[in-house]
């Protein structure tokens, strides 16, 4: 039986109540996810959308409005790759990449409690869901 958005948005935030973790993780969480994209762009363009598209499915079965309004926020982020020089992109990505995961370590650790993802990888995929799920509930959108 898989399990429902909400389950993991509620397994995801047991180690997410601290407010400054909180802060962290709604800063971090969604450059840590542009970043690895813009990575994966200098290396191939046809591998970002292949690795949108197998999330997407994740996504989709979980709930088809959040993951329309990731791929929503993805795209214009996709097109925005493409009008930069290669290198500076893959180099500046790297810095912020490090950067941001240095953050999320200093969150856990002001938390008192380890990352969701090293329970289960799936929380890698989750994260960005829970910091949308977040601003969904606080515009009252349902998703």
């Known amino acids: 039986m898989s399990k429902s ?8 935030g047991v180690s997410h109540q601290n407010p400054t973790n909180k802060v962290i ?26 690795f ?22 993805l795209l214009p982020t996709i097109y925005i790759f493409n009008m930069l020089h290669a290198e500076t992109l893959l180099y500046g990505s790297i810095v912020v990449f490090i950067l941001a995961w240095i953050g999320q370590f ?10 969701s993802f090293f329970e289960d990888l799936q929380f890698l995929l989750i994260g960005p869901l829970w910091i949308l799920g977040h601003l969904f509930r606080k515009f009252k959108i349902d998703y």
């Open 5 to 12: 958005i909400q389950q993991w948005f509620d397994e995801y």
């Open 25 to 50: 993780h709604f800063w971090c969480v969604p450059i840590i996810t542009v970043t690895l994209l813009a990575m994966i762009w200098v290396l191939s363009p046809w591998l970002t959308m292949a």
């Open 52 to 73: 949108i598209a197998i999330i997407s499915v994740f996504y989709a079965r979980l709930s088809l409005t959040l993951m329309t309004a990731m791929l929503l926020l």
């Open 106 to 115: 200093i969150g856990h650790n002001i938390e008192g409690k380890k990352p």
